[in-house]
């Protein structure tokens, strides 16, 4: 089992552009969410899905839109990224829901110049 | 919203001495979680507590739950440099969403 991956690992935007954080598990996990990872701040909920076609906001989902096609797939999406997006940005999946043991993806950087 | 306290931010110690990193929840948890960052990687999970007063052991780590379920602690005993990183605690109200806190970053001098 690869677990849960993400790509891309780095990216660099410039402002107003937009793009795509791929994360793919293969756990056969029904929760997804993604993290943000600011210094000193811990990790930030942005979004999270308790099943395909289900998902949901968590504390800091201004920005970001998410959907949930498959079980496996939870692609987060930046519309129009700006400075304050520049993060590294973790994705997590577990068994059930938000409340059991959290795998995460090797995180992705993104700089937003 | 919760909150997810946890002190202190940074701590450096000299390989052998103990550790510990205190969490505080703004509200009542139904469990909290332990995970542990390595420099340049990413959170993996350590524990997690749910009874009221609940204490666990993994080898020289000890995690504490306190008896109103609203803080915890993990502790290290004779650290070494293998537990250089970061620890964050985070707290479940019973929903779908764990709220981290701020992270614990243990730095160890051989």
């Keep these: 089992n690869a677990g849960v991956t993400q790509t891309p690992k780095f990216q660099v935007l410039k402002t107003g552009q937009s793009m795509t954080l791929q994360c793919a598990q293969d756990m056969n996990h029904e929760y997804m969410s993604w993290y943000r990872q600011d210094p000193g701040m811990g990790l930030r909920l942005i979004h999270y899905s308790v099943g395909a076609g289900i998902t949901d906001q968590g504390e800091v989902p201004n920005g970001y839109n998410v959907s949930r096609s498959t079980t496996e797939d939870f692609p987060l999406r930046l519309l129009s990224a700006a400075p304050s997006q520049t993060s590294v940005y973790f994705c997590a999946s577990s068994y059930s829901s938000g409340t059991g043991e959290l795998f995460f993806g090797e995180g992705s950087r993104l700089t937003v110049l | ?110």
């Design chain 2, 1 to 110: 919203g919760q909150q997810v306290m946890q002190i202190p931010q940074y701590q450096h110690v000299q390989e052998g001495e103990d550790f510990t990193t205190y969490c505080n929840s703004s509200t009542t948890l139904s469990n909290i979680q332990w995970y542990k960052q390595r420099p340049g990687g990413h959170p993996v999970f350590l524990i997690q507590l749910v009874k009221s007063g609940e204490v666990k052991k993994q080898k020289r780590l000890t995690f504490q739950f306190g008896e109103a379920k609203k803080n915890s602690s993990l502790h290290i005993t004779a650290t070494q440099t293998t537990d250089v990183g970061t620890y964050f605690c985070a707290g479940d109200n019973a929903g779908n969403m764990l709220t981290f806190g701020g992270g614990t970053r243990l730095m160890v001098k051989p």
